[in-house]
């Protein structure tokens, strides 16, 4: 008689050894928990039990307990057999729960061995538990459907069905689920490089699981954490994590996870240049995973030795050991990996000289990374997939060089660089209403972060950032929901013959590529093409780049480091295109570079060449291949911000003084770190005089985030914004301009990222006044998540953005003189360029500080029709 359905929770504290119902109930409380290890001699001495009182329904259950809690130590062929046999058997067959259980359990197993046998068997799971209306069963499947949609590359199916789960999971209490769907959303957040929303959505799971004695060891948080802790250069702590998590696994026996953890160290290992360690972990991983059959593990662990073994020079074992780790993925059969899994496969090709082949395979990875950035509805997370890939683009790049195929190269090159900003222009007009549900949740962030302006206590913060990052989570949920409702295209990248076309005579689009042991740039201009090999690789550039960058933070010179620069980067171009004006599409660090002040013996590079930037080719022909709107007012001007809700810190401007130190940037999300800026309210009535009387300006108690919204933005030609603003490269959604909360509203005065990108702009040209605007997060060959670009997918031609804390008074003289001369009706690529030379004219001996920081990105070469 079947006497039991799955219990989630303790029927009482007390164990009867001699009562099998009593030893389930345990069990099977221990099991929903996740803890199998202390399951297991339960559920055994329940099944003995059973079977001596002749209860085959309950013996069925305990023995697919039983099973489940062994698989960790058994090899997975048999478990699947076993828990198969039981499937079969007439007692399960005939009872719907006890066949919930064991396909369950089954589709547990199947997840490292065959994705869509387990795709089935939790499908079924689902459906089940629907019919029986155990919400908790049905959550927990769609939670692994989820995990599966991602392995096959739906990652809007997977964001939709895990955000689905997790919710359930918090609403019913479910811990064992809550550790696990955080720590996979964890390691989505990882597969992104977003490491510190990882780190603390693993230490939600690590703590959760902590609070209750009976949950079993969450080892796949601990995985995630250590990964995550290690790429943010914390070695120390993820070799402990790692070392913690190790302990548990071989005390428990347990070999699957133990696996997994070896895995993690090797690449730990590799972070800390200790290759053969890293080796030794890889091959101890290898033989559990080959033991076990667990191909997943099997083809991580390989696919890592392979990289190893190429770096120690073992070409011939790379190849076997990415041989060993295809053989595994095709095994497995899931989309997500296939762009590795291909990229490897034509690293072998190149290494047996079938160059040909290898070029074929490489197209046909970008062709499935496609396919899967096509299912993110976030600029953030398909830049990240796409940046995560960077070496499948590098490397195919590195191939087309030499084979000597300019468009090739340059095709590739374009096919991640700026290709989701080209992707988000080309589908502005079917962004759609947002529905009331996004709207609250970006009401209920804003309310979180205008609590967190209003308070320096540290425990109060922290509670905050908590709450705001739950926040930030639904509305990621809420905006794929509303992502699935529409079909998201990837615009084809323009080809080499279109960028050339869309260039003028007296241009030079050049494209950097950092690489080892040369860095290159592609360089076009209407009539040549050129693939220059630069004299330096990309460690020297960017240990230089850093170099000169402190030296121009610290308001020092750096001449030696501005000429050093400029033989690396600008004197091999330079000698073979004359043009005037060139147009820089950066790489890595180089976006934080400004080109103007490299330098010769004679002077600044500002001083002979008009400099802009932009990034990609596709994007700077998408943006000059759609004719301009004309709008009908000429300036929208924000300034003289009223920071009341921060404490007054003592200020040091002067307005004489060319060196005032007022900066328009803060370092977090705390009032008391912002400052007024005085010249802002005299820089912006500055640049109305010159637009003339129909100039549009939002000044003082005007000043706010409330007041900026409300405005038909489309209007506008020019939007000018002196403000503070905030970066953050580890969080790039909230990367924001400042202005002020409007009272009695639920705007925080922070005008995000996520927002800006759904504005609706005509503009010629937004002029961000404001500190590091367009710093953001790195994406590798992906490029740069910034403000700037949100402005360019939202309809700006063009933006002005600083690459540092810019300083007030320094930067209302530049911007004054900068719009009179787009008065003058200069380009305004020309225009910026004679406002620094303007002052370099005025102060020979100023620092590049006070005049480099801003820089013209997208449509510089274009009139704006301005001014009286």
């Given at each position: 008689m079947w006497l039991l359905r799955p219990v989630h929770t303790r029927a009482h504290s007390a164990i009867a050894?001699?009562?099998?119902?009593?030893?389930?109930?345990?069990?099977?409380?221990?099991?929903?928990?996740?803890?199998?290890?202390?399951?297991?001699?339960?559920?055994?001495?329940?099944?003995?039990?059973?079977h001596s009182v002749g209860d085959?329904?309950?013996?069925?259950?305990?023995?697919?307990?039983?099973?489940?809690?062994?698989?960790?130590?058994?090899?997975?062929?048999?478990?699947?057999?076993?828990?198969?046999?039981?499937?079969?058997?007439?007692?399960?067959?005939?009872?719907?729960?006890?066949?919930?259980?064991?396909?369950?359990?089954?589709?547990?197993?199947e997840i490292d061995i065959d994705s869509s046998a387990a795709k089935r068997d939790w499908t079924e799971v689902r459906d089940t538990a629907t019919k029986l209306g155990d919400q908790q069963w049905a959550a927990r499947a769609d939670g692994e459907l989820g995990l599966l949609a991602f392995l096959n590359g739906d990652t809007a199916e997977a964001v939709s069905l895990l955000g689905k789960s997790i919710f359930s999971a918090y609403r019913s209490g479910d811990t064992a689920s809550q550790v696990r769907l955080l720590s996979l959303l964890g390691l989505g957040f990882n597969e992104e490089q977003r490491y510190s929303e990882a780190l603390t959505l693993f230490k939600?799971?690590?703590?959760?699981?902590?609070?209750?004695?009976?949950?079993?060891?969450?080892?796949?948080?601990?995985?995630?954490?250590?990964?995550?802790?290690?790429?943010?250069?914390?070695?120390?702590?993820?070799t402990q994590a790692l070392g913690t998590a190790l302990n548990a696994a071989q005390s428990q026996n347990d070999r699957v996870h133990e696996a997994d953890l070896l895995i993690e160290a090797g690449r730990v290992a590799i972070n800390q240049s200790d290759l053969a360690a890293a080796a030794t972990s890889f091959r101890q991983a290898s033989r559990i995973a080959h033991a076990l059959n667990l191909y997943r593990d099997l083809d991580e662990a390989m696919f890592e030795l392979a990289k190893v073994e190429r770096q120690l020079g073992k070409t011939p074992a790379a190849v076997r050991a990415v041989q060993i780790a295809l053989k595994a993925s095709k095994r497995l059969g899931e989309r997500y990996y296939l762009p590795r899994d291909l990229t490897a496969l034509a690293e072998i090709k190149i290494v047996q000289g079938k160059l040909i082949e290898a070029d074929k395979l490489f197209g046909e990875a970008e062709d499935a990374l496609d396919s899967i950035l096509l299912n993110e509805h976030s600029f953030e997370?398909?830049?990240?997939?796409?940046?995560?890939?960077?070496?499948?683009?590098?490397?195919?790049?590195?191939?087309?060089?030499?084979?000597?195929?300019?468009?090739?190269?340059?095709?590739?090159?374009?096919?991640?660089?700026?290709?989701?900003?080209?992707?988000?222009?080309?589908?502005?007009?079917?962004?759609?209403?947002?529905?009331?549900?996004?709207?609250?949740?970006?009401?209920?962030?804003?309310?979180?972060?205008?609590?967190?302006?209003?308070?320096?206590?540290?425990?109060?913060?922290?509670?905050?950032?908590?709450?705001?990052?739950?926040?930030?989570?639904?509305?990621?949920?809420?905006?794929?929901?509303?992502?699935?409702?529409?079909k998201d295209t990837l615009a084809p990248p323009a080809s080499l013959r279109q960028v050339q076309g869309a260039l003028h005579g007296d241009e030079v689009l050049a494209e950097y590529v950092l690489d080892e042991p040369h860095a290159f740039c592609i360089a076009l201009s209407r009539t040549a093409v050129r693939i220059v090999t630069l004299p330096a690789g990309k460690n020297r550039i960017d240990n230089l780049t850093k170099s000169y960058l402190s030296e121009l933070k610290a308001k020092g010179m750096g001449k030696q480091s501005a000429m050093d620069l400029y033989g690396l980067l600008v004197e091999p171009l330079l000698s073979r295109f004359p043009e005037s004006h060139l147009i820089i599409s950066p790489d890595g660090i180089l976006n934080s570079l400004p080109f103007e002040a490299l330098r010769t013996d004679v002077g600044y590079?500002?001083?002979?060449?008009?400099?802009?930037?932009?990034?990609?080719?596709?994007?700077?022909?998408?943006?000059?291949?759609?004719?301009p709107v004309r709008s009908p007012q000429p300036l929208l001007a924000v300034g003289a911000v009223e920071y009341r809700l921060m404490r007054a810190l003592?200020?040091?401007?002067?307005?004489?003084?060319?060196?005032?130190?007022?900066?328009?940037?803060?370092?977090?999300?705390?009032?008391?770190?912002?400052?007024?800026?005085?010249?802002?309210?005299?820089?912006?009535?500055?640049?109305?005089?010159i637009a003339g009387p129909d100039a549009r300006l939002l000044l003082g108690e005007s000043a706010t985030e409330t007041e900026f919204k409300k405005q038909d933005l489309r209007r506008f030609q020019v939007i000018h914004i002196a403000t503070h603003a905030t970066a953050d490269p580890q969080y790039p959604d909230r990367a924001a301009l400042v202005l002020a909360p409007a009272p009695n509203t639920a705007d925080d005065g922070?005008?995000?990222?996520?927002?800006?990108?759904?504005?609706?702009?005509?503009?010629?040209?937004?002029?961000?006044?404001?500190?590091?605007?367009?710093?953001?997060?790195?994406?590798?060959?992906?490029?740069?998540?910034?403000?700037?670009?949100?402005?360019?997918?939202?309809?700006?031609?063009?933006?002005?953005?600083?690459?540092?804390?810019?300083?007030?008074?320094?930067?209302?003289?530049?911007?004054?003189?900068?719009?009179?001369?787009?008065a003058h009706h200069e380009d305004k690529a020309v225009a910026l360029a004679h406002a620094k030379l303007d002052i370099l004219q005025k102060y020979p001996d100023v620092p590049p500080y006070y005049w480099a920081g801003f820089v013209m990105v997208g449509q510089g070469a274009e009139q704006v029709p301005f001014g009286n």
């Open positions: 050894p001699n009562d099998p119902i009593s030893l389930l109930r345990e069990g099977n409380h221990l099991a929903w928990l996740g803890n199998w290890y202390a399951a297991a001699p339960l559920y055994q001495k329940a099944e003995e039990k059973f085959v329904e309950n013996e069925a259950y305990a023995h697919i307990g039983l099973i489940r809690a062994q698989a960790v130590q058994t090899p997975s062929d048999q478990v699947l057999s076993a828990l198969t046999v039981e499937l079969k058997d007439q007692v399960v067959t005939r009872n719907v729960r006890l066949r919930m259980w064991g396909l369950a359990q089954r589709a547990s197993t939600n799971a690590i703590d959760t699981a902590n609070g209750n004695p009976d949950s079993g060891f969450p080892f796949l948080a601990f995985r995630g954490q250590a990964a995550a802790l290690a790429s943010l250069g914390q070695l120390d702590k993820a997370e398909s830049t990240a997939r796409a940046g995560s890939m960077s070496s499948t683009y590098l490397e195919h790049f590195r191939l087309a060089v030499t084979m000597g195929r300019k468009e090739r190269a340059f095709q590739v090159l374009e096919r991640v660089r700026g290709r989701t900003v080209t992707s988000k222009l080309s589908m502005r007009d079917q962004a759609g209403a947002r529905s009331p549900r996004i709207e609250q949740l970006n009401g209920e962030i804003a309310s979180t972060q205008l609590a967190l302006l209003h308070t320096d206590d540290r425990k109060r913060r922290s509670g905050l950032m908590e709450q705001l990052l739950a926040e930030e989570r639904k509305l990621a949920f809420e905006l794929n929901e509303a992502g699935l409702q529409r590079l500002v001083q002979s060449k008009v400099i802009s930037y932009t990034p990609s080719g596709n994007v700077l022909w998408r943006l000059r291949s759609t004719e003592p200020k040091t401007y002067s307005p004489g003084s060319i060196t005032a130190t007022i900066l328009r940037g803060f370092s977090e999300l705390s009032g008391s770190k912002l400052e007024d800026l005085p010249g802002s309210r005299a820089e912006v009535l500055a640049i109305a005089r922070l005008l995000q990222l996520r927002e800006i990108m759904h504005l609706s702009l005509n503009a010629d040209l937004v002029t961000l006044s404001a500190c590091e605007t367009e710093v953001g997060t790195n994406q590798g060959e992906a490029g740069v998540v910034n403000l700037e670009q949100a402005f360019l997918i939202a309809g700006a031609r063009a933006v002005v953005a600083s690459l540092w804390n810019v300083e007030d008074n320094s930067t209302t003289t530049l911007m004054k003189s900068f719009y009179e001369h787009l």
